[in-house]
């Protein structure tokens, strides 16, 4: 028989509610990645691709856009690129580190790089020249969330407009806490 352990209640934490505003529910982020993945279909599917997921903000939006585009009869490869320039702060080092990189060869394949959040370009900026470098033909680049000071340059194609707060939920983090979020956040007071 299976015991299932029952929490310990003692240690009180206050609902996620009290701490974050919901920006969108799930269903406001199923139809943006619908929407994103009609409008890049049909670039897509032509030619040979690799979706290249940036790890690991990136993962929860990376599977929901590939299972859009085989509901659209594009399958492409996926492969993964683990940066890291946050650490557990709220602004990037400026410093791009390579955890992982690319398990199969690009040379010659057109790549959509797939990111979380798009704010200095710097993350996205540094992976396509990394593709590129690899052999790549041409790299487009995605992100599920694009912040407002951002310059439009450098980027393909975006999901949603966000406001200029600290976002969780749906794979991104505040310190490695609160990527599983079924919504996306914002930290409140950000």
Known sequence: MLRIPVPNRSRWRPPI????DTLL?????HARVE?????????????????????LGA???AADLM???????????????WLQSYADARESSGRMLIHADVMRPVEGRGILLIDDVFDSGRTIAFARDHMLH????????CVFARKPD??????DAW???????????????????MRGLPFVGAIKGS
């Open 17 to 20: 509610t009290d701490t974050v």
């Open 25 to 29: 529910t799930q269903a406001d982020i």
């Open 35 to 55: 929407a994103l993945a009609d409008s890049l279909a049909p670039r897509l599917s032509k030619g040979s691709w690799t979706a290249v997921v940036i790890l």
């Open 59 to 61: 993962t929860p939006f």
């Open 67 to 81: 299972r859009a585009f085989s509901r659209r009869g594009i399958d492409i490869g996926f492969d993964a690129l």
């Open 134 to 141: 690899k052999g790549a033909s041409e790299v487009l680049t």
């Open 150 to 155: 951002a310059a439009p340059e450098g980027l």
């Open 159 to 177: 999901a949603w407009d966000a406001p200029a707060r600290y976002l969780v939920g749906y794979g991104m983090d505040d310190a490695g806490a």
